[in-house]
């Protein structure tokens, strides 16, 4: 700590204890009727990724039932879930996004 005299006033500089928010990851869900081009375009258009990043994504949530879309703060994290489920419905299918906390 920083200590400053200015007179009779003595100042402590305190470090602030904030820590950073917490963060959640947003996971896609395998199902067998979503078609993988479906789930690039989306991971392409909701994620920003470029083709090979989304294919790569898409293939893990193919093989393993699940894959990581990416990891944001909690509003950014419900926003992306929301967005992917309204656009999944929109187009009928039934693909699942969820979030969960790292």
């Given at each position: 700590?920083?200590?400053?005299?200015?007179?009779?006033?003595v100042?402590?500089?305190?470090?602030?204890?904030?820590?950073?928010?917490?963060?959640?990851k947003?996971?896609?869900?395998?199902?067998?009727?979503?078609?993988?081009?479906?789930?690039?375009?989306?991971?392409?258009?909701?994620?920003?990724?470029?083709?090979?990043?989304?294919?790569?994504?898409?293939?893990?949530?193919?093989?393993?039932?699940?894959?990581?879309?990416?990891?944001?703060?909690?509003?950014?994290?419900?926003?992306?879930?929301e967005q992917?489920?309204?656009f999944?419905r929109?187009?009928?299918?039934?693909?699942?996004?969820?979030?969960?906390?790292?």
């Open positions: 700590m920083a200590t400053r005299n200015h007179g009779d006033i100042l402590e500089a305190k470090k602030s204890k904030l820590k950073p928010p917490p963060m959640f947003v996971i896609l869900l395998n199902d067998d009727f979503t078609p993988m081009d479906f789930v690039v375009a989306v991971l392409q258009t909701f994620f920003s990724m470029n083709r090979e990043q989304a294919m790569q994504i898409m293939l893990k949530v193919h093989m393993d039932g699940a894959g990581v879309c990416g990891v944001y703060p909690s509003d950014v994290a419900i926003t992306k879930v992917v489920v309204t999944a929109q187009h009928q299918h039934p693909l699942k996004c969820v979030m969960e906390e790292t």
